[in-house]
């Protein structure tokens, strides 16, 4: 495949994807971030957040962890009540204690059951538009409220930056894993969002680049089949300059309902040819190796 062809598949994929499946699980959103009190009794927990004008009281329960990819049973999913079990929540009384986990993204309440088991609520902003354009939805504005719950280590995103073409263009690439097993889906529509409960969306932000001040989104795609890898170049895009910063982050959705994680890495200066060369040779053999048994990320 020529550069121009490669960089027009890439970019096509990716520009508008639907908001992501079901994980870490998705339960509402709000037009900005929000308090939230999370309670949790036996296997159930009832998340307790404003929305307009009204109190929300959602309970959420009958689930733990994730499933490695198969497809011979279905990823662990929530049952959600979003009557907070016809009044259960006005009795409900929380046993959850306080909260000594692992550091999470977005944070906004969490908690240790006494089973020792972690509950959480992360509240972000998802549905992000790509190339680091303004949101123009009103849904592109909204904070996405997931609650999980998991008893495991969790998730993990191996991250990296390289360069690539001859070092014309910035590159990220890594692999993402659950328990030391590949994360990925078995299908997906023709521009990269998933349709089953396997597939996980990484949602790619960058700092300090052309597109202005702050985080901005770049990009969402998926990691592959069989090896969980993924890479993403930084181009132009129908007029937008290449996304490149000096720090780039991926966040996850979690698989099944584990919680959404995120892993950060430095931006690179511009390829500067033989001074790099050995630098790049061995980002080039890591990707070489995440990438092994399967078709995709490939290119230097």
């Known amino acids: 495949m020529s550069l121009r062809a490669a960089c027009i598949a890439l970019t096509a994929l990716a520009v508008a994807l639907p908001p992501a499946a079901s994980a870490s699980q998705f339960v509402d959103l709000v037009g900005s971030r929000v308090p939230i009190t999370l309670k949790v009794s036996g296997k159930r927990a009832v998340v307790h957040y404003r929305k307009g004008d009204g109190r929300r009281h959602v309970l959420v329960g009958g689930a733990v962890n994730a499933r490695h990819p198969g497809r011979s049973a279905r990823q662990v999913r929530f049952r959600i009540d979003y009557s907070g079990g016809r009044g259960l929540w006005k009795r409900f009384r929380s ?4 909260y000594d986990g692992p550091r999470l993204p977005f944070l ?18 998802v549905d992000q538009p790509n190339f680091g354009m303004p949101p123009w939805t009103v849904r592109q504005h909204m904070y996405s409220i997931r609650v999980s719950h998991w008893s495991t280590p969790l998730a993990r995103l191996d991250l990296y930056a390289d360069w690539i ?4 263009f910035h590159e990220v690439f890594g692999r993402a894993t659950y328990l030391g097993r590949p994360v990925f889906g078995f299908a997906s529509t023709s521009r990269g969002a998933p349709t089953d409960r396997y597939g996980r969306l990484l949602y790619l932000d960058t700092f300090g680049s052309r597109y202005g001040t ?8 998926l990691p592959h089949r069989p090896n969980g890898v993924f890479c993403a170049g930084f181009y132009r895009h129908n007029g937008r300059p290449p996304g490149n910063g000096s720090r780039y982050r991926v966040t996850m959705i979690g698989p099944g309902v584990t919680p959404d994680v995120q892993s950060t890495v430095n931006g690179l200066h511009n390829y500067r040819g033989s001074p790099d060369a050995p630098y790049e040779a061995q980002q080039n053999r890591v990707l070489d190796r995440l990438a092994a048994g399967g078709r995709w990320c490939h290119h230097h």
Request: with cysteine.
């Open 108 to 125: 906004v309440a969490a908690c240790r059951a006494p089973n020792g088991s972690y509950w959480a609520v992360q509240e972000w902003m």
């Open 165 to 168: 073409y001859g070092g014309r």
């Open 95 to 98: 046993t959850c204690g306080p």
């Open 214 to 221: 702050g985080w901005r989104r770049e990009n969402a795609f």
